[in-house]
């Protein structure tokens, strides 16, 4: 059996750390072993995957989550439009955070299917792309784009690793589980100074609103009903809701993010009548924000 560890570079090694115990972890013939609690980590196709497979929790996670991903393969034709809308609008925004903030190490926390490689990897930087879903961080990707296998509600990293760290559309995975642990442990990895670029579905987004109010059961058991009218074949995942933007900036002010920006993400509603309605509220963007898709913030981290 080859030596699993020469596959990945030296610099991975150092920043990533045991999902367990949070322990550093060290290269060994199968893998990755961790200093303290000596479990071991397999790599596959020069990717660590960090993951508990022996947690039935776990397992039922990542199941859930696969099938979301192979369902992303082919939206619905409006979840299609908002989707590229969100994205055009997230590439252009990294893009002129690279250039003006020159980090060496980024990481993209829940990358999914997204590839930010030709705007975020050049001589001087590197970046890390994050999953549970293996299929989405074994993706072909630009020179310069890495790979991690783990779940992101206790993210693996070692402190001040980061210079920028992309968390979007995540964080409302473990929104029934709570924030503050995974918005603590990828504030924890961010060095002083870099910043967190946060883009999540809007709890109060226009459409959402009948439903928002509802219980969390009621409100999942509605969208299983909507899949089977719909035919999509994934169903929403039981630990996931939308997210109210004041309830991250509680979060990230108690993790040392306080100076923390609002970005105005693109306003859509499908159908004639919602794009003369996305057309009016673009004129009033503090209404406008409030009611959109998706929010978005830009907090840096206390030096």
């Not at 150092?14 to 200093?35: A, F, H, Q």
């Not at 596959?44 to 993951?51: G, K, T, V």
């Not at 439009?81 to 020159?102: G, P």
């Not at 979060?251 to 859509?268: A, F, G, K, N, Q």
């Amino acid at each position: 059996m080859g030596n699993k560890s020469a596959e990945i570079e030296h610099w991975l090694v150092d920043v990533i750390v045991c999902p367990t115990c949070r322990c550093s972890l060290d290269t060994c013939e199968e893998g990755l072993r961790c200093n303290l609690c000596r479990s071991i980590y397999r790599i596959e196709n020069r990717i660590p995957i960090l993951l508990n497979e022996a947690n039935a929790r776990e397992a039922e996670r990542m199941e859930t989550e696969e099938k979301l991903f192979a369902d992303m393969a082919t939206p619905k034709p409006d979840t299609a439009v908002k989707w590229r809308l969100a994205k055009s609008f997230l590439r252009s925004l990294v893009s002129r955070l690279v250039e003006t903030s020159h980090p060496r190490l980024v990481l993209y926390a829940g990358c999914g299917m997204d590839d930010l490689s030709e705007v975020v990897c050049g001589p001087d930087t590197k970046l890390l792309n994050a999953d549970i879903v293996f299929a989405a961080v074994d993706r072909e990707r630009g020179p310069g784009a890495y790979g991690v296998c783990c779940d992101l509600r206790r993210p693996p990293f070692a402190r001040d690793s980061f210079d920028l760290i992309l968390a979007v559309d995540v964080l409302h995975h473990f929104a029934v589980d709570g924030l503050d642990e995974p918005i603590g442990m990828l504030a924890a990895a961010l060095k002083p100074g870099g910043m967190m670029l946060i883009m999540e579905p809007n709890v109060y987004y226009l459409y959402r609103l009948p439903i928002v109010w509802m219980p969390h059961r009621l409100r999942n058991l509605l969208r299983k009903m909507k899949r089977v009218v719909t035919g999509s074949r994934s169903g929403p995942a039981p630990h996931e809701a939308p997210m109210a933007p004041s309830a991250i900036v509680s979060i990230l002010w108690r993790h040392s993010l306080s100076d923390i920006e609002t970005v105005s993400c693109p306003i859509y509603f499908p159908g004639a009548v919602g794009s003369l309605l996305a057309g009016f509220l673009r004129r009033f963007p503090k209404i406008g924000n409030k009611l959109a898709y998706h929010f978005c913030f830009l907090a840096t981290k206390a030096k």
